[in-house]
């Protein structure tokens, strides 16, 4: 039998239904043979927590005591950056933007695009039959994509999307195009409003470059049925100059939906983070003076800045002050970094920032003196963006360093409370076969060779299950003990019977979890039992 029988549990502790939950679980477990609960509840950040959840954290320990259930607290994450954000959101990991033209106006210096940008056609005015005038394509006009008079946002006619289900059964295509000249390291936000009817099928603006690269792979979560509504999303340009905009669905099923009024503007300092590695600068035109900021202008700083919220507000303004050297109607370039999100908000704090690993050691020893754990799990997964700030650049390291330093820091300051801690990550940005790799998201570097670069007593929590064997052999070739991250939310057991068949060939194989995005815990029991029976 393994040594390592654990689930998986993610709680706020927020509420005292979240308590009620939780003893079912640990009860559960215990009856069936496991013996470790992997606790999300942003157990690093306790310097914010209310005595309320640290009540409540104290009764999830004493309820795990009496139940021979270990708490091994999930801390630390680089990728899923909300706790570092939660002490300072400027911790975010940011994308340069260079040379932007700002434009003063009396006591205000605002952003001028540079050069004009726009979709042509934004509106869906003008068409002959089925076909708008200025996309690259639309998919199947007359058949999958039509000009709608009747449903319309703006104007006199809209583009529906239908019947892509049937006429597209393998892509369920439904999109729009048009390709946009854009200028490199500058920040552009793409709006547009969008209705849904029944949509069955993702909804996204995708910002793609000549080689396929997405510069904004964040996903605005339209519902399935919804009235108008209006989508805004940012990206960087990085350095291309022309980008394709893409608007519409992928993998469509079935349902409809309206586009109406696609636009592309260049934006000011939404977003823009100010810390040590994010250098701003306010240039003359020709770059011949820096000014200075709290003498020519008032310090700069987004009041709305929100990494995760993308790019929904409007940009603060530069302010000149009285007694500047900056005149009216003056052409000023400006250099800053802004924060950029994933998916559903997902934003990555930048690893290079010393002030990141302050916090992590004051919440640790914080943590230490709440549960005394002797096992950890590095929430280390999904490290979307970062090697692009100064922070980052000026240690002329590689990304896989950059992050195999992190991670090697991240058990000193554990071990700073327990020399003997045991200390978990997930695998796949150490994993070849896995995210540890070139052109991953925004990621401006490469992760190959991260492997090399971590503490070799590491436990690795593989969780790919497609790629199960590769990944267990390659960790354990490499003399790394290994967990296995198994079920995830299926309706069977057989995805941890996979991993236990892996599993057992594997040396160095320490256990598996129970591991469930969607809260499922129905088959728990049964899969203690399937582990407890295990003999090896
Ligand atoms: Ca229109
Ligand atoms: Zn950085």
């Not at 009540?55 to 909300?82: D, H, M, T, W």
């Not at 586009?259 to 020709?286: H, K, Q, W």
Request: charged fraction near 25%; include cysteine.
């Amino acid at each position: 039998m393994y040594s390592d029988r654990w689930v998986y549990v993610s709680r706020g502790l927020g509420r005292d239904e979240d308590m009620s939950q939780i003893i079912e679980i640990v009860k559960t477990s215990s009856e069936h043979g496991l013996n470790g609960m992997v606790l999300s509840a942003g157990l690093d950040r306790i310097s914010l927590k209310s005595p309320d959840r640290l009540r409540r954290l104290q009764e999830v320990k004493r309820v795990c005591q009496e139940n021979n259930v270990e708490i091994i607290p999930i801390i630390f994450s680089a990728g899923y950056g909300g706790s570092i954000l939660s002490h300072n959101r400027n911790l975010a990991a940011g994308l340069p933007v260079q040379d932007a033209l700002f434009v003063v106006d009396g006591n205000e210096a605002h952003l001028v695009a540079d050069p004009l940008v726009e979709v042509v056609n934004g509106g869906f005015e003008e068409f002959t039959d089925n076909h708008f005038k200025g996309y690259r394509f639309h998919d199947k006009p007359g058949q999958i994509s039509f000009v709608d008079q009747e449903t319309v946002k703006e104007g006199r006619t809209s583009l529906r999307f239908e019947h892509f289900g049937e006429v597209d059964p393998e892509h369920g295509h439904a999109r729009v195009m048009q390709e946009v000249a854009v200028h490199p390291r500058r920040y552009y936000r793409v709006t547009c409003w969008v209705k849904t009817d029944g949509l069955q099928g993702k909804f996204r603006i995708q910002i793609l470059t000549e080689n396929s690269r997405a510069l904004a792979p964040y996903d605005p979560g339209i519902p399935d049925t919804t009235d108008w509504r209006k989508v805004t999303m940012a990206f960087n340009s990085l350095e291309y100059d022309h980008v394709k905009i893409y608007a519409g669905a992928w993998g469509g099923k079935a349902g409809r939906f309206w586009l109406d009024d696609l636009r592309i503007e260049e934006m000011g300092l939404v977003n823009v983070l100010r810390r040590p590695g994010t250098p701003l600068t306010v240039a003359s035109e020709g770059g011949e003076i820096i000014y200075q900021e709290g003498k020519d202008y008032e310090r700069i700083e987004d009041a709305k800045l929100n990494p995760s919220r993308g790019a929904d507000h409007d940009p603060p303004p530069i302010r000149i002050l009285s007694d500047s050297r900056i005149k009216d109607g003056q052409r000023l370039r400006v250099s800053f970094y802004h924060s950029v999100a994933v998916n559903r908000g997902q934003v990555t704090v930048c690893m290079s920032e010393p002030e990141v690993y302050d916090i992590w050691r004051k919440e640790a020893k914080l943590l230490h003196e709440q549960l005394q754990p002797q096992k950890y799990f590095l929430g280390m997964d999904e490290i979307r963006a970062g090697g692009s700030c100064a922070a980052c650049k000026s240690r002329d390291m590689s990304m896989a360093e950059i992050l195999g330093d992190c991670i090697t820091k991240q058990v000193e300051i554990l071990r700073e409370n327990n020399p003997k801690a045991e200390i978990y990550i997930w695998s796949d940005m150490l994993d070849t076969n896995h995210n540890a790799r070139g052109g991953y998201y925004l990621v401006e570097g490469d992760f190959s060779g991260s492997w090399e670069h971590v503490p070799e007593d590491l436990i690795i929590a593989c969780w790919y299950h497609k790629k199960r064997k590769e990944s267990l052999k390659f960790f354990s070739d490499l003399g790394f003990q290994t967990l296995a991250g198994a079920y995830y939310d299926g309706d069977t057991l057989d995805n941890p019977r996979d991993w236990l068949e892996s599993l057992d060939q594997t040396p160095g194989a320490r256990g598996i979890m129970y591991t469930t995005w969607q809260r499922k815990y129905a088959l728990l029991g049964d899969f203690g039992d399937l582990v407890t029976q295990q003999t090896d």
